[in-house]
């Protein structure tokens, strides 16, 4: 079975202050890893899909990247807007999706 | 374009009641997945539905069913309500559910007392 492990749990930063988020995975075959960003009490908001190691996705201050164990999600001169958990999950070829237990990212002003 | 609609927002029940979920995907989407969001377990797969045949179902027990309609709405029931059954419920729609991104809904809170 997929499986999927977020580290650090929660992460406090400074505003400004860059920091990563890892998921490491174990699937059977890759068929893409994506990552969410979900604020409190709402549904997670698709963020990036990586497919193959080496490739990287940005999007304002994310950037997201993939090895073959695992993916990095760098947050780079984060603001206070960007505190939310941050979920990766990696697809089965079943149709479901199996998700990290998730980072939760708290940036202080 | 409207995003995938959940009602209701809120719920409360009583245990050994049953609940009924609706979930509306996005408009062309035909693929309907339910997740289970609880701080303990994380968010955890009920099952996926596609041209309303049940297509994958999670490590549930059968006091959780769903089904979909030919507009692609479907809907979840959990019967027999337990405390424990108290979460964030989600539902997804992706055009054929091997699509690399699942759109969510804003979700169902259920609480169960």
């Known amino acids: 079975e997929d499986q999927v492990t977020q580290s650090p749990e929660a992460l406090r930063l400074q505003e400004g202050e860059s920091s990563s988020l890892n998921c490491s995975y174990t699937?059977?075959?890759?068929?893409?890893l994506f990552w969410y960003r979900q604020d409190p009490g709402k549904g997670p908001e698709f963020l990036f899909t990586?497919?193959?190691a080496g490739e990287e996705k940005e999007k304002e201050r994310l950037k997201a990247t993939l090895t073959k164990k695992e993916s990095f999600l760098h947050i780079t001169a984060p603001k206070p807007e960007d505190s939310a958990t941050y979920l990766c999950a990696v697809p089965s070829n079943d149709y479901k999706l199996s998700f990290g237990a998730g980072t939760t990212v708290t940036v202080r002003a | 374009k409207a995003g995938v609609t959940q009602t209701p927002r809120y719920l409360i029940k009583t245990r050994g009641q049953q609940v009924t979920l609706s979930c509306s995907p996005i408009s062309g989407h035909r693929s309907v997945s339910w997740y289970q969001q609880t701080p303990g377990q994380g968010l955890q797969f009920l099952f996926e539905y596609f041209s309303e045949t049940q297509r994958n179902k999670g490590n549930f027990p059968g006091r959780f069913s769903g089904r979909q309609f030919s507009n692609s709405r479907s809907e979840m029931n959990v019967s027999t309500l337990e405390l424990g059954d108290s979460a964030l419920y989600l539902c997804a729609s992706s055009p054929t559910g091997l699509s690399p991104e699942a759109f969510f809904g804003q979700g169902t809170r259920l609480t169960v007392v």
């Open positions: 699937v059977s075959g890759l068929r893409g």
């Open positions: 990586l497919y193959s």
